[in-house]
């Protein structure tokens, strides 16, 4: 399988409408492989799998099935918070939350974990590889800009208008969201709660795109909500493919 390099044009148009797989909004009969297929007809330019817990056969084989079709449509695979996985799958990438980047740094460099600070500049993705994509959850600009010294291709901030997928999600007002973007110089995704009604709130905050997870995989015509979100984010963040 030929090895897709992404380069930083790339990944910033790759970035506008980043859909996060979610199983839980599927409803009953559904797969994330038709629901995926259906998103893909309808604009989504990058695919995160997130799913939690362990994985059994079934839901391997699925994600495999899913990653082949990304690859197919040229768009970015990202598995979510952890390198290991990351590295077995042969995903595009990886996207670590602020603990799974420090339980990385602790096993793999050798520190205690929750220390960053004496980590060298990019030693996170010389972990990732150049050429692949690493994103961090950042909700602070102190974060952000660790992050971005640590070689985030890009940064993943919210919850800018509350969410029901992450438990532990706190608000992200879009002034703060805004002061991530200026404060670094990599990309930086808005997600929580984006849907169609709210998108253009966005406007002017600076972010390079979206991360959806319910109004994508929860809609009820997933390619026609998937195409008027990418029409809304070209729109806002002036980022045509």
């Known amino acids: 399988m030929k090895t897709i390099i992404w380069t930083k044009e790339a990944l910033r148009r790759a970035l506008l409408l980043y859909a996060v797989s979610s199983r839980a909004s599927l409803r009953a009969g559904e797969t994330l492989y038709g629901a995926v297929k259906e998103l893909l007809d309808g604009g989504i330019t990058m695919l995160q799998w997130r799913e939690k817990g362990e994985e059994d056969a079934a839901l391997a084989a699925e994600r495999e099935r899913v990653q082949a079709l990304c690859r197919a449509a040229g768009i970015p695979f990202i598995m979510n918070d952890s390198l290991e996985a990351f590295r077995k799958s042969g995903a595009d990438g990886v996207h670590l939350g602020q603990t799974d980047l420090r339980e ?6 050798g520190i205690s974990v929750g220390d960053t600070t004496k ?5 996170i993705k010389a972990l990732v590889g150049e050429g692949k994509i690493l994103g961090i959850t950042a909700r602070s600009v102190e974060a952000a800009r660790e992050a971005e010294r640590l070689g985030a291709d890009y940064i993943g901030a919210g ?3 509350g969410t029901a997928t992450k438990a532990d999600a706190l608000p992200l007002s879009i002034s ?4 991530i973007t200026e404060a670094v110089s990599i990309p930086v995704v808005a997600i929580g709660g984006i849907n ?5 709130k ?5 972010a390079a795109g979206i991360a959806v997870v319910s109004a994508l995989f929860g809609a009820e015509e997933r ?10 984010a070209e729109k806002l963040f002036g980022n045509k493919n």
């Open 104 to 109: 990385a740094a602790a096993r793999s460099l």
């Open 202 to 206: 966005l406007s002017g905050s600076g």
């Open 159 to 161: 919850a800018v208008f």
């Open 176 to 179: 703060a969201f805004r002061e």
């Open 119 to 123: 980590l060298p500049d990019g030693s």
């Open 223 to 232: 390619q026609l909500t998937a195409a008027a979100l990418r029409a809304k």
């Open 196 to 200: 169609e009604e709210n998108v253009e």
